[in-house]
DNA sequence: CCCCGGAGGTGGAACGTTTTACCAGCAAGA
DNA sequence: TCTTGCTGGTAAAACGTTCCACCTCCGGGG
């Protein structure tokens, strides 16, 4: 394997002048560096990032630590982390956590090991410890999909509450007076804030929240949204739905219609994230629309300032809001 | 940042010690373990992967390159790769080529210079030389969803001239005489190879191969599809539509259903890949599954063989065949 | 003519592991 | 009693970079 010293000693230099054309090629004259560069096509030098992160005591990595890599949510959150860390030459290395801290953990403690440069994560649980403990490490981090657990800490987040409520009310709008709400564990965050929204707007339409009917699924995926829907069907039918995703809301859909339930004549439905998908369904999905690939350029952006420009980094805490997107299935 | 040394002094034994508590724990008496293990916890201690990568001569990292991370088939992929990774302790390292070279190009760079244990890639051209390159590096390589360049490597593949031929002989089944195709960019094998097999179909059925409209789309998106489509309604429309991949089969069946052409009475539609949202779209679609989860599973199970058992390894070509499932879209 | 400073370059010590060679102690076999 | 071999441990040399201190020119100001 070609090291750097095989490159200085073809080129005829030092190995400290192969390192500076490599980092500060402004510092080396042009015809030395020309000549380094030369031997370096050559000899097909590659730089051994491991040795350069060892004594630079820094790395160009990134870690994305998601709860489920299957939903196009975090897809497009993944799509805009990579196009901004690859542009700045940065190497994103994947974790999912597949909804267990568990998993979560072992994750962190690779990229911990790994010795990143800093992590985005949407956290699993609602411990801020293990993340804190990154901190330590010296590992910056930015809250993906979450608000900041601290001030010195960047967050990007969707509110959660305002687009529980705007999808509910938005049901209520329409009539319904019984709503039920399908939604994934209620140890995630944006779960529990959704259910909530969807009672503030109870609340505001002058019902009992009291009353919101709430089915939680295991997991947030197509199947466990039918299963969910087979508990409905089982009791009296609320005249509209409320799924903390659309991922959910395509399952819900389709065991409603596979029972023989119109939709929405029968039971109006809502989802949330508005995915690629929802508008292609078999009737097409309202849902909550969130800037997706935004948030993870955007929070990708902030690591990296933070990572490169730590004195002048200020931190932010981003807040978007989620859009109402009226499709069929609440007509 | 503490060290082994730290943990050596802790522990009162030697850093040698300690590394072989990390990395031989049966070498060493319980009763040393025990005290070294306390001094890890007690000290918070993280192993430093690029020194044990440096000294080592090999990381525990992997990289999976593919085309297009929005398209959920490989995310499946990636999904089945992550599993097994994380299982065995590899870290991974994800690259999205979005179909150009030129990115892919940089990606195996990034992987190279983090001296990778080995790259699991879904190559979007069909240059073999690069992925060559990274062999010349100890770089082991299995291809995803692509037949081997060579005898001395790993391949996971599906047989897309078999899909596209079953795909095709479907929709010839049910009485469509004019099929189009609906492909990605033709330097794409599995777009090149679906339509060789479509025409094998059309030959089979003693009918002129050349006769099949190809519209070629630049991305293997949705919206690329309705683009497509739009190119399909300004001529006459054919009687049957075959899609090199559900996202543009989506993107066609939307622009049709919105043009008012009825699916399948006025024009059948079939995709390719069997994603989840195939079966839950406006008319569920008819497309061909491939086992993409466990293609993900199995390269990286193949992989990590090569890399941890280099001597007992044999390399193995596997190569599934897709299934078809009937739908809607083609009743 | 001397000194100063900058530009361009060199040498070598570090970074935190792993690994090899080596050593001490001890038990068992002859 | 002396070897032999095993167990559990140590010391120190790598691994391939980066970076700091230092050196040598050389041109220009005093």
Do not use: W
């Not at 709503?179 to 944006?190: D, F, K």
């Not at 529990?192 to 009353?211: F, K, N, Q, S, T």
């Not at 952006?301 to 109402?324: S, V």
């Amino acid at each position: 394997m070609v090291s750097i010293k095989d490159v200085a000693a073809h080129a005829g230099v030092s190995p400290g002048t192969v390192s500076n054309v490599l980092n500060r090629p402004g510092k080396v004259a042009p015809a030395t560096r020309e000549r380094v560069e030369a031997a370096i096509k050559e000899l097909g030098f590659v730089r051994h990032g491991s040795a350069s992160t060892l004594r630079a005591g820094h790395s160009r990595t990134i870690g994305l630590s998601v709860i489920d890599i299957g939903n196009p949510f975090f897809t497009e959150v993944a799509a805009g982390v990579e196009d901004v860390a690859s542009d700045l030459g940065y190497a994103v290395i994947l974790g999912n956590s597949a909804g267990s801290p568990d998993k979560e953990d072992r994750n962190l403690r690779v990229l911990a090991e790994h010795r990143v440069r800093g992590v985005l994560i949407t956290p699993s649980g609602e411990d801020p410890g293990r993340i804190d403990r990154l901190r330590e490490h010296g590992i910056s981090v930015v809250l993906v999909d979450h608000p900041a657990h601290r001030p010195d800490q960047c967050a990007v987040a969707v509110d959660d509450v305002a687009g529980g409520r705007a999808a509910v009310a938005h049901l209520l709008a329409r009539g319904a007076r019984s709503v039920a709400c399908v939604t994934g564990p209620l140890t995630i965050r944006q779960c529990v804030e959704r259910c909530d929204g969807a009672r503030a707007a109870l609340r505001g339409a002058g019902l009992d929240p009291a009353e919101l009917r709430v089915v939680e699924a295991a997991t947030m995926t197509a199947r466990a949204g039918e299963k969910a829907a087979a508990e409905l069907l089982a009791g009296d039918l609320p005249e509209a739905v409320f799924c903390a995703n659309d991922l959910l809301a395509l399952g819900v859909l389709r065991a409603l219609l596979r029972a023989g339930v119109r939709v929405p004549e029968d039971v109006a439905l809502i989802g949330y994230d508005d995915i690629d998908f929802a508008a292609a369904s078999t009737v097409s999905l309202s849902s909550m629309r969130q800037p997706t690939y935004q948030l993870g350029r955007i929070a990708t952006e902030l690591l990296l300032d933070e990572c490169d420009n730590p004195d002048t980094h200020a931190h932010q805490h981003i807040m978007f809001q989620p859009e109402l997107v009226a499709r069929e299935s609440t007509q």
